[in-house]
């Protein structure tokens, strides 16, 4: 688990590295297209979950997502209160991103 002196806890979600993000956009905007669509929400209001993810993904590539999931859960409760059911999806598959390519 994400303790509470780490970095992803105290630093807003969606701080990932630009760069390397926008390699992905097309793939989250198909992912977007593909689950979430029914939500109403359109894939900018998506964005920032995306970017949390691939962030965290980013930060802690040796950890596997059931050890560190109530941590990111916490960090993302932290910015965005109540919205985690709705952007649990998007956050997995920025990790699941990351972790493809490892």
């Known amino acids: 688990m994400v303790s ?3 970095p992803a806890l105290h630093t807003p979600p969606g ?3 630009a760069s390397s993000f926008t390699h992905f956009t097309t793939d989250f905007h198909e992912h977007h297209r593909a689950t979430a669509t029914e939500s109403g929400l359109t894939y ?5 979950a995306y970017r949390y ?9 040796d ?3 059931q050890t560190l999931e109530p941590g990111i859960r916490q960090g993302w409760d ?3 209160p109540g919205t985690w ?5 998007a956050i997995r598959y920025g990790w699941d991103t990351v972790h493809a390519r490892l």
């Open 53 to 61: 993810g691939y962030d965290m993904g980013e930060r802690y590539p």
């Open 44 to 48: 900018m209001e998506y964005e920032p």
């Open 4 to 6: 509470h002196g780490a």
């Open 63 to 65: 950890k596997d997502w």
């Open 78 to 80: 932290t910015w965005h």
């Open 15 to 17: 701080t990932a590295d």
């Open 85 to 89: 059911e709705r952007f649990k999806g």
